[in-house]
């Protein structure tokens, strides 16, 4: 099982990225999916949430309102849309699939190397 994430990169504040994460998961459409974030010194972070369907998503307080996850059971893809990016959205952020049980913690059976998500100010 392999996950990569790509479309991190240098933002101005107020500006947008969209992330992709490719899954070789031969049950892709089987599997809950999340995007994580961890800043310099901090834990990692719950970002967003979408069930195998789509049907059923969740977001941060902290995101709520700015980023969209969503995915595409054909290309194998999930996606975070992040638009009013501001300083501290500054992290790397990691995409995460089949939760272990409490989809709000890092508890995920397989994991993405990261992208880099830097917003100026």
């Known amino acids: 099982v392999q996950l990569q994430a790509s479309g991190g990169g240098l933002v101005q504040a107020g500006g947008s990225l969209r992330l992709s994460c490719a899954a070789s998961?031969?049950?892709?459409?089987?599997?809950?999916m999340g995007w994580f974030r961890q800043a310099p010194g901090k834990e990692r972070e719950f970002v967003a949430y979408i069930s195998s369907s789509g049907g059923s998503t969740r977001h941060a307080d902290s995101v709520k309102g700015r980023f969209t996850i969503s995915r595409d059971n054909v290309k194998n893809t999930v996606y975070l849309q992040m638009n009013s990016l501001k300083p501290e959205d500054t992290a790397v952020y990691y995409c995460a699939a089949r939760p272990s049980g409490n989809i709000y913690t890092p508890l995920y059976n397989f994991w993405g190397q990261g992208t880099q998500v830097t917003v100026s100010s």
């Open positions: 998961i031969r049950t892709f459409s089987s599997n809950g």
